[in-house]
C-alpha cells in the first residue's frame, strides 16, 4: 500500500509514552516528520528532541520555561505556552499525539479533534473525565480518534470484525485484561505496608510514576473501563476486568455467538503507539511479536475487589454519570501525587478517592466551564481530606 507522509505533534514528548513515540518516528523518518513538541519539566530533553527532529515548534508550560528552553534551542524555534500553546500546536499536524501526564491533556484532545485530526489517545484522563465534550467534537468532519492504551488498542483490532453498529449490538462483552500490578496476591495486612519502592516496581510494563502507581491500586484499570465505554460508546455494565499477569493478551472481545476475539503481543507500548501512527499501516518492526515456541503461559483470574476497591468506584462513577468521572480521575490525580510526595500511604490513595465521591452531588456536564469548575472542586475537597 502507498504510504502518505504525515505530519506529527508529540504532545507530552519527555515522557515514557512520548520517549517510545519517538523511537516510532525514528525508525520511520519517511513516513513521519515531527514537527510540534511539547513538554513540562524536563527542558534539556525538550531541548534535545527539539534539536534532534529539528523541530520549529515547541510548547512548554509557563514563560520562565520559554525563556530557558530558548536559550536551549535555536532562535528559529517558535515557543508556544501554556493551554493555548498546546490547544495551537494539537490543531496543526496531521496526527497528534496526546501522550501529556493527567487533566492537563484536555486542550489537546479537544483542540486535535476539533481542528478535524487524527487523535493518538494515550491519555485517558481527558476523555474520561470530559467523555460528552469529547463526544461532540469527535463528530467534526475528518477527526478520528485512535486508542494507545494497549487494551483499547487491543479491543480497537478486535472490533474490526463488527458492523460497528452504534452500541455494537454484536457484542456482549469487553473483557478488558490487567497485570494485577505489583500487589497481586497480596493480603491487606501486607498492602498497610506497601512502599513507594514496592509500587514503582511494575511486573510486566515500564511507565511514568501515576500510571505505574494507579496500576498499583487497579485505579488504572477502574480509568480504564470509563475509557473503554467512552471510547468505543458501550454501558459499562459489558465491560469486564480479567487479570491476566503476563500482559500477553492485550484485551478481549466476546460476540454475541460466543466468539472471543483477543489480540496478543508482547507487552511493548511502542506497537500501540505504531498503530495508531500507520493505521491503515502496519509497521514493520514487530515490536510485540511473540516466540510461542518459547514458554508461553496464559493463565487468567478474577480480580480481588477487597483489595483493590478502585475498581468498583469507577464502576460506581460511571453509573452516576454526569461529572462524577472528572471528579474520581481528579480525586485520583491529587492523592497519588500526595502519596508520590510522601505524605500518604499506600492504602490512603483510594481512601481519598473514596472519600472525595462520597461528597460528590449530581451534577450535568453540558459545558467546558462545567468541566473545569468540576474538576477544581474535587481537587479542592481532596486536598481539604489531605490537609485534615
Ligand atoms: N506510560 C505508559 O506506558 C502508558 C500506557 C497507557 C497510557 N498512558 C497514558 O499516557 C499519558 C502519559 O503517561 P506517561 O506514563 O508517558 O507519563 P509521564 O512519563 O509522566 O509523561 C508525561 C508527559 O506530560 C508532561 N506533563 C506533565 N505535566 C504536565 C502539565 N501540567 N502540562 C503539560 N505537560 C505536562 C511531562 O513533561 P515533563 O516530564 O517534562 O515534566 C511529560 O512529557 C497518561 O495519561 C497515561 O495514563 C501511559
Redesign the pocket.
Given at each position: 500500500m502507498p504510504t502518505v507522509r504525515r505530519s506529527v505533534a508529540l504532545l507530552?514528548?519527555?515522557?515514557?509514552?512520548?520517549s517510545?513515540t519517538l523511537d516510532v518516528l525514528r525508525r520511520e523518518p519517511e513516513m513521519f516528520e515531527l514537527v510540534a513538541l511539547?513538554?513540562?519539566?524536563?527542558?534539556n530533553?525538550?531541548a534535545d528532541i527539539t534539536n534532534e527532529f529539528h523541530v520549529t515548534r515547541v510548547g512548554v508550560?509557563s514563560d520562565s520555561h520559554r525563556d530557558a528552553l530558548a536559550a536551549l534551542v535555536d532562535s528559529s524555534v517558535e515557543i508556544v505556552v501554556g493551554e493555548d500553546g498546546?490547544s495551537e500546536l494539537a490543531a496543526s499536524a496531521d496526527v497528534v499525539v496526546n501522550?501529556?501526564?493527567?487533566f492537563?491533556?484536555l486542550p489537546v484532545t479537544l483542540s486535535a479533534l476539533r481542528a478535524g485530526k487524527r487523535l493518538a489517545l494515550?491519555?485517558?484522563?481527558s476523555l474520561i473525565a470530559a467523555a460528552p465534550l469529547v463526544a461532540k467534537v469527535r463528530a467534526t468532519p475528518g477527526a478520528s480518534m485512535l486508542p494507545?492504551?494497549?487494551e483499547h488498542c487491543a479491543i480497537h483490532q478486535c472490533l474490526a470484525s463488527s458492523p460497528g453498529e452504534p452500541g455494537y449490538p454484536d457484542v456482549r462483552r469487553l473483557l478488558l485484561t490487567a497485570s494485577g500490578g505489583p500487589f497481586r496476591g497480596w493480603s491487606l495486612d501486607q498492602l498497610r505496608g506497601a512502599t513507594k519502592a514496592d509500587a514503582l516496581n511494575h511486573p510486566t510494563?515500564?511507565?511514568?510514576?501515576?500510571?505505574t502507581i494507579?496500576s498499583s491500586t487497579l485505579m488504572?484499570k477502574g480509568l480504564e473501563v470509563l475509557e473503554a465505554s467512552a471510547f468505543f460508546g458501550i454501558n459499562v455494565d459489558r465491560v469486564e476486568v480479567v487479570v491476566h499477569p503476563q500482559s500477553i493478551v492485550h484485551s478481549m472481545v466476546e460476540y454475541v455467538d460466543g466468539s472471543v476475539l483477543a489480540q496478543l503481543s508482547r507487552p511493548d507500548?511502542r506497537l500501540p503507539i505504531a498503530y495508531c501512527l500507520g493505521m491503515p499501516v502496519r509497521l514493520d518492526h514487530g515490536w510485540g511479536a511473540i516466540d510461542f515456541t518459547k514458554d508461553v503461559e496464559l493463565t487468567f483470574e478474577a480480580p480481588d475487589p477487597k483489595s483493590f476497591p478502585a475498581l468498583a468506584l469507577a464502576y460506581e462513577a460511571s453509573r452516576l454519570g454526569g461529572a462524577a468521572p472528572a471528579w474520581l480521575s481528579a480525586a485520583n490525580e491529587v492523592a497519588v501525587a500526595a502519596f508520590l510526595a510522601d505524605q500518604i500511604s499506600w492504602c490512603e490513595i483510594i481512601d481519598v478517592v473514596a472519600r472525595v465521591m462520597d461528597e460528590y452531588v449530581a451534577d450535568p456536564l453540558d459545558s467546558l466551564q462545567d468541566l473545569v469548575a468540576n474538576d477544581a472542586t474535587a481537587r479542592a475537597r481532596a486536598h481539604g481530606i489531605l490537609e485534615q
Amino acid at each position: 500500500m502507498p504510504t502518505v507522509r504525515r505530519s506529527v505533534a508529540l504532545l507530552g514528548a519527555t515522557g515514557s509514552i512520548g520517549s517510545q513515540t519517538l523511537d516510532v518516528l525514528r525508525r520511520e523518518p519517511e513516513m513521519f516528520e515531527l514537527v510540534a513538541l511539547s513538554g513540562g519539566e524536563q527542558l534539556n530533553e525538550l531541548a534535545d528532541i527539539t534539536n534532534e527532529f529539528h523541530v520549529t515548534r515547541v510548547g512548554v508550560i509557563s514563560d520562565s520555561h520559554r525563556d530557558a528552553l530558548a536559550a536551549l534551542v535555536d532562535s528559529s524555534v517558535e515557543i508556544v505556552v501554556g493551554e493555548d500553546g498546546l490547544s495551537e500546536l494539537a490543531a496543526s499536524a496531521d496526527v497528534v499525539v496526546n501522550a501529556v501526564l493527567g487533566f492537563a491533556g484536555l486542550p489537546v484532545t479537544l483542540s486535535a479533534l476539533r481542528a478535524g485530526k487524527r487523535l493518538a489517545l494515550a491519555n485517558k484522563e481527558s476523555l474520561i473525565a470530559a467523555a460528552p465534550l469529547v463526544a461532540k467534537v469527535r463528530a467534526t468532519p475528518g477527526a478520528s480518534m485512535l486508542p494507545v492504551d494497549s487494551e483499547h488498542c487491543a479491543i480497537h483490532q478486535c472490533l474490526a470484525s463488527s458492523p460497528g453498529e452504534p452500541g455494537y449490538p454484536d457484542v456482549r462483552r469487553l473483557l478488558l485484561t490487567a497485570s494485577g500490578g505489583p500487589f497481586r496476591g497480596w493480603s491487606l495486612d501486607q498492602l498497610r505496608g506497601a512502599t513507594k519502592a514496592d509500587a514503582l516496581n511494575h511486573p510486566t510494563w515500564s511507565m511514568g510514576a501515576k500510571i505505574t502507581i494507579d496500576s498499583s491500586t487497579l485505579m488504572n484499570k477502574g480509568l480504564e473501563v470509563l475509557e473503554a465505554s467512552a471510547f468505543f460508546g458501550i454501558n459499562v455494565d459489558r465491560v469486564e476486568v480479567v487479570v491476566h499477569p503476563q500482559s500477553i493478551v492485550h484485551s478481549m472481545v466476546e460476540y454475541v455467538d460466543g466468539s472471543v476475539l483477543a489480540q496478543l503481543s508482547r507487552p511493548d507500548m511502542r506497537l500501540p503507539i505504531a498503530y495508531c501512527l500507520g493505521m491503515p499501516v502496519r509497521l514493520d518492526h514487530g515490536w510485540g511479536a511473540i516466540d510461542f515456541t518459547k514458554d508461553v503461559e496464559l493463565t487468567f483470574e478474577a480480580p480481588d475487589p477487597k483489595s483493590f476497591p478502585a475498581l468498583a468506584l469507577a464502576y460506581e462513577a460511571s453509573r452516576l454519570g454526569g461529572a462524577a468521572p472528572a471528579w474520581l480521575s481528579a480525586a485520583n490525580e491529587v492523592a497519588v501525587a500526595a502519596f508520590l510526595a510522601d505524605q500518604i500511604s499506600w492504602c490512603e490513595i483510594i481512601d481519598v478517592v473514596a472519600r472525595v465521591m462520597d461528597e460528590y452531588v449530581a451534577d450535568p456536564l453540558d459545558s467546558l466551564q462545567d468541566l473545569v469548575a468540576n474538576d477544581a472542586t474535587a481537587r479542592a475537597r481532596a486536598h481539604g481530606i489531605l490537609e485534615q
